[in-house]
């Protein structure tokens, strides 16, 4: 049981954008000063993990969430609402920047990945964020190293494992059942494809 926890707070979605950002830098093809690099990292961690985290926190303590996993789908929607903003926000500004443009296709399809599982609230759908976050991330580098003819095999390979070992610990854990992993992680593919289609 602790080996499955360990692996979703390892994995968790807020996590993956600072491991998806420090995967692109390491096969980056142009040369780019580690103080920009640095910057970037601080930037994406600060914007997806600190003010997430933050927000969390302040959710629970007003009672609009009863723990931090925020498992019900009612639970869910001002933090993934909040997501939503970031990715936008981070996705915008990175597209205009010569040196990290590509990024900005990866937060713009996460987004859009985002704005599928908010829709389907209204459905009463509840998808794995924890999957949807790895996903969309492997659906980036996929896209990335077709566009760009770059050998991006070994990092989806991981990613493709990660996922498949953060599948097992989330049904381990009860969290989710298997449509709810599926649906996540074909969600997550989606939004990249539609922000690769778009920008």
Request: hydrophobic residues 55%; charged residues 10%.
């Amino acid at each position: 049981m602790k080996f499955h926890k360990l692996i979703s707070v390892i994995l968790h979605p807020i996590v993956i954008p600072t491991i998806g950002v420090l995967l692109f830098l390491s096969i980056i093809p142009h040369e780019v000063k580690k103080e920009r690099q640095y910057l970037l990292i601080s930037i994406v961690f600060f914007s997806t993990y600190i003010i997430p985290l933050i927000s969390l926190i302040i959710l629970k303590s007003l009672g609009f969430i009863n723990s931090f996993q925020a498992e019900s789908i009612k639970e869910r929607k001002i933090p993934l609402f909040i997501m939503l903003l970031i990715f936008y926000l981070l996705g915008r500004n990175l597209i205009n920047i010569p040196d990290f443009k590509e990024l900005g296709m990866l937060f713009f399809g996460t987004n859009f990945s985002l704005a599928l599982v908010y829709l389907l609230f209204s459905a009463q759908i509840k998808s794995s964020l924890h999957i949807m976050s790895l996903s969309s991330t492997l659906g980036f580098f996929l896209i990335y190293g077709n566009l760009y003819s770059i050998p991006t095999l070994p990092i989806t390979i991981v990613i493709i494992i990660l996922t498949g070992v953060l599948a097992s610990s989330r049904l381990h854990l009860k969290a989710h059942n298997q449509k709810e992993i599926y649906l996540g992680f074909f969600i997550g593919l989606i939004g990249q494809y539609i922000a690769s289609s778009m920008l």
